[in-house]
């Protein structure tokens, strides 16, 4: 998908444990996303950065925790997982904020039992 | 995956028709828009896009047209095939320079051959 992957591709968790997934892109852009899918929601969006060790919160940002060490790598965190934290996660990158498409990778199917 | 087709609204065509999705965004300020198509399984993947100066703009076998006075958009595709049956949902953007995207939750196409 462009220059963009995301490991693990299926990840089962038990609740309490603490799970990290990875983004990786060899596209050399500025602009890196995490986003949560889940039935009736659409994408929502959890952190974003907009550049190395710059990051925000998005809409669904509890209960995660985001770093970006590399301009190539972002890793979402869940300190503890949670039965509701079961989803599709999707990493996305783009060269600029705003006005501009994003390409996202293919997705983490996480669930936590 | 399999998961993201439920609780949305499906369009079932007959191969070869040409099919319309629509789409209500929210912000009458939004300068950009994007049409994703997302297979089952997959990552989003973009389609076309047009800007707020625009009312209609071709890609190949699709065209996306602009109403900003009912804030409507809308994907046409032309002679739909079996491989068009996936998720759709557009994504605007409000925020001028900054501001990330916002995700529409999608219709569901489906092609019958």
Redesign the interface.
């Known amino acids: 998908d462009a220059g963009i992957t995301q490991s693990p591709r299926h990840k089962v968790t038990e609740t309490g444990t603490p799970v990290t997934l990875r983004c990786h892109q060899t596209e050399n852009h500025r602009y890196m996303y995490w986003y949560r899918q889940d039935p009736g929601h659409g994408l929502r969006l959890i952190h974003y950065s907009y550049g190395v060790k710059d990051t925000d919160k998005g809409e669904v940002s509890d209960g995660y925790s985001v770093s970006r060490s590399k301009t190539e790598d972002f890793l979402l965190t869940l300190e503890s997982a949670t039965s509701s934290q079961t989803s599709v996660y999707f990493c996305a990158i783009s060269e600029r904020q705003g006005d501009y498409g994003y390409t996202f990778g293919s997705g983490t199917r996480l669930t936590v039992v | ?1 399999e ?2 087709g ?2 949305l609204p499906t369009l079932s065509v007959q191969e070869g028709d040409n099919s319309i999705i629509n789409c209500a965004y929210s912000n009458s300020a939004s ?2 828009f ?1 049409w ?1 198509k997302q297979e089952s ?6 389609i076309i ?1 047009i ?1 707020s100066n625009m009312d209609k703009r071709q890609g190949q076998r699709v065209t996306v047209l602009l109403n900003k006075t009912v804030k409507h958009l809308s994907l046409q595709i032309a002679a739909t095939q079996p491989g068009d049956s996936a998720v759709y ?1 557009c994504a605007e ?1 409000s ?7 916002i ?4 219709t569901k196409l489906s092609v019958k051959p």
């Open positions: 995956g998961s993201v439920l609780h300068d950009y994007i994703y399984g997959k990552g989003p993947q973009f896009d800007r949902f953007h925020g001028g320079s900054q501001g990330n995207l995700f529409g939750k999608g």
